[in-house]
């Protein structure tokens, strides 16, 4: 073991991610967007300091920080929230965060921390929607009492990495206290999510019209695979919040690239389709007869 790596402690780990950045850039010119967004991960790192947190690094458009329990960063991420929604802003340059954490064990090398629980957190923060924050079952239990009465509990999911579905929470930041936390209808996207999906000479668009989209051999699907190596009902891809999500349903899995990022195998899993990239039903990408393309707008 190198003396910058110490052995496992226990920790918060929080990431949160500024959402409709991209979309912001695209509106008000680089010059206006950057100034948004970087007075806004200023004032991210300032909430997480004032609540006795540490920023780990910047990722993105965001953050990644470390909290001594659960309730110091269920704390910071009521602040975040707040202080986002009070930046001045002109309405076409509002923005809003989303937020994950989790508490448990972590390995330090520097002032980095790694592990499970790092991964964890990365996920919930990719599953929450503008304005709110998700955690585990496991974390909120170690929660207060007064966090306790403000957290909603959803169905369990499956979560890439993981071989069972995890039961998670979400906090209803604007239950908590007289504040007023930004929430979804007060974010200002300029168009609804949209994914398009390709497959050979077939286009399918999914928005809030048409949600969801179900993959697989079974001729009633909406994509309709022939290969073999594809289960009758092998995935769907659905609208979450302003997220579309992919999940494998099947015996032999979902083969899943990224654009920039090397190619992962979902099994019984679920993922946030991000920018552009293809999937491929029951075989790696290059391997197969039939490969779906995705564009996220």
Same mark, same amino acid.
């Given at each position: 073991?190198?003396? #910058?790596?110490?052995?496992?402690?226990?920790?918060?780990?929080?990431?949160?991610?500024?959402?409709?950045?991209?979309?912001?850039?695209?509106?008000?010119?680089?010059? #206006?967007?950057?100034?948004?967004?970087?007075?806004?991960?200023?004032?991210?790192?300032?909430?997480?300091?004032?609540?006795?947190?540490?920023?780990?690094?910047?990722?993105?458009?965001?953050?990644?920080?470390?909290?001594?329990?659960?309730? @110091?960063?269920?704390?910071?991420?009521?602040?975040?929230?707040?202080?986002?929604?009070?930046?001045?802003?002109?309405?076409?340059?509002?923005?809003?965060?989303?937020?994950?954490?989790?508490?448990?064990?972590?390995?330090?090398?520097?002032?980095?921390?790694?592990?499970?629980?790092?991964?964890?957190?990365?996920?919930?923060?990719?599953?929450?929607?503008?304005?709110?924050?998700?955690?585990?079952?496991?974390?909120?239990?170690?929660?207060?009492?007064?966090?306790?009465?403000?957290?909603?509990?959803?169905?369990?999911?499956?979560?890439?990495?993981?071989?069972?579905?995890?039961?998670?929470?979400?906090?209803?930041?604007?239950?908590?206290?007289?504040?007023?936390?930004?929430?979804?209808?007060?974010?200002?996207?300029?168009?609804?999510?949209?994914?398009?999906?390709?497959?050979?000479?077939?286009?399918?668009?999914?928005?809030?019209?048409?949600?969801?989209?179900?993959?697989?051999?079974?001729?009633?699907?909406?994509?309709?695979?022939?290969?073999?190596?594809?289960?009758?009902?092998?995935?769907?891809?659905?609208?979450?919040?302003?997220?579309?999500?992919?999940?494998?349903?099947? @015996?032999?899995?979902?083969?899943?690239?990224?654009?920039?990022?090397?190619?992962?195998?979902?099994?019984?899993?679920?993922?946030?389709?991000?920018?552009?990239?293809?999937?491929?039903?029951?075989?790696?990408?290059?391997?197969?007869?039939?490969?779906?393309?995705?564009?996220?707008?």
């Amino acid at each position: 073991m190198s003396q #910058s790596t110490l052995p496992p402690h226990e920790c918060a780990v929080l990431f949160a991610d500024l959402v409709g950045s991209t979309q912001l850039y695209q509106r008000v010119g680089d010059k #206006s967007a950057f100034e948004v967004v970087d007075k806004s991960i200023r004032a991210m790192r300032i909430a997480v300091e004032t609540k006795g947190g540490r920023v780990v690094k910047h990722t993105g458009d965001g953050l990644m920080a470390v909290f001594r329990d659960a309730d @110091s960063a269920a704390d910071a991420t009521l602040a975040i929230h707040q202080t986002i929604k009070e930046l001045p802003a002109a309405p076409e340059q509002r923005l809003a965060v989303r937020i994950g954490f989790q508490f448990g064990a972590v390995v330090a090398s520097g002032t980095d921390v790694f592990g499970d629980t790092v991964n964890f957190a990365a996920r919930l923060a990719e599953l929450a929607s503008p304005g709110k924050a998700i955690t585990a079952v496991e974390t909120a239990r170690r929660l207060g009492p007064e966090w306790r009465s403000v957290l909603h509990t959803l169905p369990p999911r499956v979560i890439r990495g993981l071989s069972r579905p995890v039961e998670l929470c979400e906090l209803m930041c604007e239950a908590v206290g007289e504040l007023t936390i930004v929430q979804s209808d007060h974010f200002l996207l300029e168009s609804e999510p949209e994914l398009r999906l390709y497959l050979d000479a077939v286009s399918l668009t999914l928005n809030a019209t048409k949600p969801s989209a179900r993959i697989g051999r079974d001729p009633a699907a909406d994509l309709v695979i022939a290969d073999t190596q594809s289960s009758r009902r092998h995935a769907e891809v659905e609208l979450r919040g302003d997220k579309f999500v992919l999940i494998d349903r099947s @015996s032999n899995g979902t083969f899943v690239q990224i654009d920039g990022e090397r190619e992962f195998l979902l099994s019984r899993e679920e993922v946030v389709l991000r920018g552009r990239g293809h999937f491929a039903l029951g075989r790696s990408c290059a391997n197969s007869p039939q490969v779906i393309s995705f564009v996220c707008i």
